[in-house]
């Protein structure tokens, strides 16, 4: 996974920054485009999948390497 | 999909409770959610322009404390004058060593995101507050104005 139309980088933030900010992001977006954060916040693995079953984002992939968290979003 | 709506009553004045309140409405409001928080008795302290938020050790064995001071410790000591103030700035840098916000750029993110802030008028008059104490942008008004929100609210919680 590679395309993105924005990217944000989260490392350092702690909960509930990382999808507040990356909320932020989003509401500048169109419809379709992908968001890319990166985040070393443990406990945004869930959250990014829950705040993206809330709010009809897809959550097209999550994964982690090297102690950082990749999440790729797509604005609906 | 209709808009859900979160009603909280945020009660109390220290640093460590202070969080709940924002946290929580900031992601309700990140999500989709409506939210009204309405701020009664110590409460009012967040809502102050000047955040000057404390957490203390007093009576609370909950509280992690460096060295482990906080199992071999008498409580009584944390009753010292100047304690206070110590832990409390011990925990601020704590939490910015942590990338946790303050608390006040989670109540900015909160009044950007539309989050209503209520505070009780009553409290305000019983303490003798005046509203230039106050951050623009709440309003002041009673328990009635609280359950006009709170009565069709999904969810609702007293912090």
């Known amino acids: ?76 | 999909m209709p808009e859900k709506k979160l009603a909280l009553i945020a009660t109390k004045g220290t640093l460590d409770w202070a969080y709940p309140p924002f946290i929580l409405a900031s992601t309700a409001a990140a999500i989709g959610y409506e939210v009204q928080i309405f701020f009664t008795f110590y409460g009012l302290q967040l809502l102050k322009k000047d955040l000057n938020l404390k957490v203390s050790p007093l009576g609370n064995p909950g509280m992690p404390m460096p060295m482990g001071m906080d199992s071999w410790m008498p409580n009584i000591v944390t009753a010292l004058p100047g304690m206070e103030a110590m832990m409390s700035s011990m925990m601020k840098s704590k939490m910015k060593s942590k990338g946790v916000a303050s608390v006040a750029e989670l109540r900015d993110l909160c009044l950007e995101a539309e989050v209503k802030m209520i505070a009780c008028q009553m409290t305000v008059d019983l303490f003798d507050m005046q509203p230039s104490e106050f951050i623009d942008g709440i309003d002041y008004a009673g328990a009635a104005t609280f359950f006009e929100f709170a009565g069709e609210s999904d969810v609702n919680l007293f912090i």
């Open chain 1, 1 to 76: 996974m590679s395309e993105y139309t924005e990217k944000f980088d989260a490392t350092g933030l702690n909960c509930p920054l990382p999808i507040l900010r990356s909320k932020k992001v989003l509401t500048s977006m169109n419809s379709g485009e992908v968001l890319y954060v990166i985040s070393t916040d443990s406990g945004s693995v869930k959250d990014f999948d829950a705040f993206c079953k809330q709010t009809g984002n897809e959550l097209l992939e999550s994964s982690e390497a090297d102690g950082k968290y990749h999440y790729y979003i797509k604005k609906t």
